[in-house]
């Protein structure tokens, strides 16, 4: 990796303000709150993926029986598709972890992970314990139930494969070996520094009846009615965790509320089998605690005096539960418990308790500005002793008049020292199949750790009572009202390349810019020197020039020229301030309405790979769909894209277009492109080469219209095995030679799977040219099928470019731009 380094000058400090997102509770959620302080009994669900779990059965288990429920998903579902926009990989996951965590927001579980990757899909869990490192998995399984405590596990899958996803079956298997592990202290002792082992009492899996004809339920197995109606909440649990599912909108699994008996089966793996409830002779009260009666008896009378209309009243007798806790021994429910009292004296006082400042980032050796605001708004006796924040603490007697607002604001330093803000499994480079997390405590942990947590005492009913408040951005939205945020940490200089690949044709030479972002006012930038690794001496160009930063969040740009011999990753630096402070990083941010925002950093690369590469005609026609990034890289080719909407096909002549693709489920996504079939028929017919890249058709999205000239199916069928073995079975076809050469190599270090949805129940007009398979399978021909039709020509592809473009996979290149010249070559 190269390495190329910057100078900046600090020269000012300036002011920031911060903010946290308060929770209030409706009276109906206190009074079941209050319930569940009554109820010990807890649930572990597992299984591969974000998707996988069964909401309704999570909302069952949470808000009808009141069990501490949790779903722990081995991987963050890094290696799905993506309905909604062109992120793959650790974007996806990032993603999918926050419709994750949207989801259990609304049914009331727990999100728990492992530090699994998913890479794509996987046919079998060898296969998927090859990768993922099997022993590494277990343990984090083991993990987490020894820390969550469950007295059932369920699986969603079974061993035996009836799931298809290796995945699926690999979590199954983990979870049976985890439930004996868990309680054997010999198995991954280190961990008993932190937890003892666990013996739950019964191992079950629930059992399925999914679309397309697998059906595992049979009326001999336990089974449960979890389509109840919930009075307190206004809805039942098939409308809830309808809510809860219709979250995993990348995965395009937006549901209809359901209503009434739905039955759920399930086969017992280990234990004594259930028969009449999931936790037969099973103690899930306060019997089962040493001085648990006198507890029971104490939430009995909090729970029949509850007033709707004032809540308020409960918090007397909540305190006195409170300090009742300090006399249990130290355990797992003492601890869950008490959290759960702390929560319940917050919302039936009323307290509003809001840590908040006007500003997205915190920047390290800056200050910024917290702003605390409390208020009263029920009128019970409360006053605040003392706030603390990082190195600030403070004692003070603040008596709270009813329904006032507190304000305390406090400007604190950000040190250097004080981390960035990033998702915990992103710190370290990851492995093919795994992340590497070296914290024992932050495995298993969802999301990222907030990077303030503000504590507020108060003396309730003459108890000091310590509330503890993570720190958020609090701003307006002209359009959505009042919205919080992630507060970020961030470096004070970062630096953002103009593209991450840089693909270079003939020779490694290339230019780009990069773009500075001072965080902090009245910061200076120059070039200073130029440091290089390896034995590759490339040739740098930067202008000599200093860059000045008055104002923050001001960019300055620097263009750089580089003349290498061979491919290289360069890591582009940025040294600054008295202390030589060295600056490396790239801010990524995404952004959807149904979920948090997202930020990220990674190290500020450019990787550079040369192609031998030719390409014939110019102007390319591309119809987006779920989104994906190969329109740039196809002006990385050489090419130009015009991007063509619904308006654009139904104006535009498009024979000014050498060749249009569609985009990643154009088909599926956009309900006007069928409109267009004729059009685009007769733009084939009169020398067009259309290129349709993969579609979906299963129960989440379908393709009801005509796509080619002729009849073909989109089948399910794909090719896992990213390094499988490749058959030109036509080497002479123009596709193979036209205007590269494209022989076996070129199928070399493709990433994550060869193709999927291959076409199916083709026309005999359709040519196939490429045969693949994975290993002990038969040859797929419908990755690549070609049909001329007119004077032009027809092409559906599986093959997954919009995976390998964007990686650089050389081959790819060569073979796309192949595909797009079927029609350039008159006389092939």
Known sequence: MKKIFFNVASIFICSLAFAQAPVSLTSSEMYLAIKKLNVLGSVLYIAAHPDDENTRLLTYLSKEKLYRTGYLSLTRGD?????????????????????LLSARRIDGAEQFFTRAYDFGYSKTPTETFSKWGKEKILSDVVWVIRKFQPDVIICRFPTSGEGGHGHHTASAILAEEAFQAAADP???????????????????????????????????????????????????????????????????????????????????????????????NMVTDWSKIKEGESISKMINAITTSFDLLHPELSVKPLVQL?????????????????????????QCSGLWMDVYCNESFAVQTDSLRFNFQINNRQGIQATVTSISIEEFDSSLQLLLAKNKNSNISKTIYIPKTKPITQPYWLEKKMEEGSFNVSHQLQIGQPDVTFSFIASITVNIEGEAIKFSKPVQYKFTDPVKGELYNSLIVTPSILIAPDEKMKMSNAQNQFEGVLNLVSKKNNNAAVVKE????????????????????????????????????????????????????????????????????IHYFEKATVINKKLN???AGKRIGYIYGAGDKVPKALEQMGYEVVF???????????????????????????????????????????????????NTNNFISKVAANIGPFGF?????????????????????????????????????????????????????????????????????????IAKHGKGTFVYTGLVFFRQLPAGVSGAYRLFANILALNQMKAF
Do not use: C
């Not at 104002?551 to 020229?561: H, L, W």
């Open 186 to 280: 010999n198995q991954f002792s280190d961990q008993l520094k932190y937890v003892k082992p666990w013996k739950a009492k019964r191992l079950l899996w629930n059992t399925f009846n999914f679309s397309g004809g697998t059906n595992t339920i049979a009326e001999n197995q336990f089974k449960i009615d979890v389509g109840g109606y919930n009075p307190i909440l206004g809805k039942s649990y098939g409308e809830i965790a309808a809510e809860s599912r219709s979250q995993h909108k990348s995965q395009g699994f937006g549901v209809a509320r359901t209503r009434g008996e739905s039955f759920e089966y399930f086969k017992t793996i280990s234990g004594n089998a259930p028969t009449v409830d999931l936790f037969d």
């Open 713 to 785: 199916t989109i089948s399910r069928n794909r090719i896992t095995d990213e390094n499988s073995q490749v058959v030109l079975l036509k080497p002479d076809h123009q596709v193979f030679n036209f205007p590269n050469k494209i022989e076996l190599d070129d199928f070399k270090g493709w990433v994550q799977e060869r193709s999927i949805y291959n076409a199916t129940g083709f026309d005999k007009r359709y040519e196939t040219v490429l045969s693949l398979n994975d290993t002990n399978e038969k040859a797929d021909e419908g990755s690549l099928v």
């Open 530 to 597: 130029t440091i290089l690794f390896e034995n590759d001496k490339p040739s740098i160009e930067f202008p000599q020039q200093q860059l000045l930063f008055p104002e923050k969040n001001r960019t300055q740009t620097i263009a750089y020229k580089i003349n290498a011999n061979k491919n290289n990753e360069y890591l582009f630096e940025v040294m600054g301030g008295t202390d030589s402070t060295i600056f490396h990083n790239t801010i990524k941010g995404i952004n959807y309405d149904h979920i948090p925002s």
């Open 644 to 694: 063509l909407g619904d308006k654009e096909l139904s104006k535009n002549n498009l024979q000014q277009f050498d060749a249009i693709v569609t985009g990643v489920r154009a088909y599926n996504t956009n309900d006007w492109l069928p409109n267009h079939y004729n059009k685009l028929m007769q733009y084939v017919e009169e020398g067009g080469n259309l290129i349709v890249q993969y």
């Open 322 to 346: 409170y300090k009742k806790f300090n006399n249990l021994s130290d355990g797992n429910w003492k601890q869950q418990k008490e959290n759960e009292v702390l929560k319940l004296i917050e």
């Open 79 to 99: 290696g799905g598709q993506n309905l909604i926009g062109e992120e793959q990989g650790v974007e996806l996951g990032l993603i999918r972890t926050q419709e």
């Open 613 to 615: 590469l030719k390409i």
